[in-house]
Antibody, heavy 116, light 110 residues
């Protein structure tokens, strides 16, 4: 069974940092792109970042470029999202999702709250 | 503001057919396939339609997708109460070099 489990969410002050993790299981991890998608509670989905199978190619939404860094450890089946210089508008549930041309499996999400 | 445009709400009665529209531009829907996601209350999104019209295994054939030009549609026939959810369209955007979503359509089964 394919599983994606996010962790690392929590409360942080503006300007602070947080690292999210996504643990993958049940599939050949190093054969799949993984993405982060966020959702402000009660609002729509917004793509944040994506990484290719070996980590050599990364993509970012303009809103997080230069502040967030996506990475992966294929030996551990893990995806990370390092979030720096956090802003109030980064408050959201962050989902990791699998796929290159569509997102066929999603985790349950982890909530990040940026507030003073 | 979302790059893709969806109506914020839609509704229908059980057994009825409803459609949800998704409007984009040449850089996204005009050149690339559209995916649709269903998000039931309190849960993570689920892939409903990929490649504009393909149903993943397990998705009932009551759900269908289509694309024409810079617009796409999701149709749900034989509406059921369990279809009450938020529906999102998404596509790759060549100009933004990233994935874009619609704002979502909340479907209510009356």
């Amino acid at each position: 069974e394919v599983q994606l489990v996010e962790s690392g969410g929590g409360s942080v002050q503006p300007g602070g940092s947080l690292r999210l993790s996504c643990a993958a299981s049940g599939f050949t991890f190093n054969s799949h792109w993984i993405h982060w998608v966020r959702q402000v509670p009660g609002k729509g989905l917004v793509w944040v970042s994506g990484i290719n199978t070996d980590g050599s190619h990364t993509l970012y939404a303009d809103s997080v470029k230069g502040r967030f860094t996506i990475s992966r450890d294929n030996a551990k089946n893990m995806i990370y999202l390092q979030m720096n210089s956090l802003r109030a508008e980064d408050t959201a549930v962050y989902y990791c999702a699998r796929g290159r041309f569509y997102f066929d499996y999603w985790g349950q999400g982890t909530l990040v709250t940026v507030s003073s | 503001q979302p790059v893709l445009t969806q109506p914020p709400s839609a509704s229908g009665t059980p057994g009825q057919r409803v459609t949800v529209s998704c409007s984009g531009a040449g850089s996204n829907i005009g050149r690339n396939a559209v995916n649709w996601y269903q998000q039931l209350p309190g849960t993570a999104p689920k892939l409903l339609i990929s490649g504009s019209h393909q149903r993943p295994s397990g998705v009932p054939d009551r759900f269908s997708g289509s694309k024409s030009g810079t617009s796409a549609s999701l149709a749900i026939s034989g509406l059921q109460s369990e279809d009450e959810a938020d529906y999102y369209c998404s596509a790759w955007d060549d100009g933004l070099n990233g994935w874009v979503f619609g704002g979502g359509t909340r479907l209510t089964v009356l």
